[in-house]
T-cell receptor, first 112, second 117 residues
Framework: DGGITQSPKYLFRKEGQNVTLSCEQN?????MYWYRQDPGQGLRLIYY???????QKGDIAEGYSVSREKKESFPLTVTSAQKNPTAFYLC???????????FGQGTRLTVV | AQSVTQPDIHITVSEGASLELRCNYS??????LFWYVQSPGQGLQLLLK??????LVQGIKGFEAEFKRSQSSFNLRKPSVHWSDAAEYFC???????????????FGTGTRLLVSP
């Protein structure tokens, strides 16, 4: 089945530790995205990538980093510089302009 | 800047009654518009989309939406709500890049639909 796989579904980390969230897609999509979701704030764009080895900051990139070494993979690292990392993180992918984005099932990160 | 407004944070509808969820957008060009649905703890599922053409678009699960350019709106409707429709609904506008045609989504803050017996 084609789709987007995020892992793990739940993640717990201690404050001050970096953590990497996985996102893999087998839809052959060029574009991939990371969104953060907080209650009452909708989804906010963290980073996006249009093609392999290229990515751009979204609206709330501070404290996050990404890589796009392969077309199907777009991991997100939440660094210790992110002041409030506890949130629900959603990965998505799409073809280029004119098509919709498909979402993974999300990773809930809790930092204690 | 592009933005999407969903003025209703919560809406409660009786099962079998009709539903309308409001969405207003701000975008300088012709918009690509989407409605997504999210069940608790899950990802987002696309309900329907508008790119061009007929301003009344049909989606999955019996949903439809109407694009009204003059009102900058893209309201979601369903004639008869089922208990399984209880979820959070997000409206989004697709933003195109200046030269590359790249599209990203800007989301509204969502409307939580509650369905009463």
């Amino acid at each position: 089945d084609g789709g987007i796989t995020q892992s793990p579904k739940y993640l717990f980390r201690k404050e001050g530790q970096n953590v990497t969230l996985s996102c893999e897609q087998n839809l052959n999509h060029d574009a991939m995205y990371w969104y953060r979701q907080d209650p009452g704030q909708g989804l906010r764009l963290i980073y996006y990538s249009q093609i392999v080895n290229d990515f751009q900051k979204g609206d709330i990139a501070e404290g996050y980093s990404v890589s796009r070494e392969k077309k199907e993979s777009f991991p997100l690292t939440v660094t210790s510089a992110q002041k409030n990392p506890t949130a629900f993180y959603l990965c998505a992918s799409s073809m280029t302009v004119g098509t919709e984005a498909f979402f993974g099932q999300g990773t809930r990160l809790t930092v204690v | 800047a592009q933005s999407v407004t969903q003025p209703d944070i919560h809406i409660t509808v009786s099962e079998g009654a009709s539903l309308e969820l409001r969405c207003n957008y701000s975008y300088g060009a012709t918009p690509y518009l989407f409605w997504y649905v999210q069940s608790p703890g899950q990802g987002l599922q696309l309900l329907l989309k508008y790119f061009s053409g007929d301003t009344l678009v049909q989606g999955i699960k019996g949903f439809e939406a109407e694009f009204k350019r003059s009102q900058s709106s893209f309201n979601l409707r369903k004639p008869s709500v089922h208990w399984s429709d209880a979820a959070e609904y997000f409206c989004a506008v697709g933003v195109r890049g200046m030269n590359t045609g790249f599209q990203k989504l800007v989301f509204g803050t969502g409307t939580r639909l509650l369905v009463s017996p």
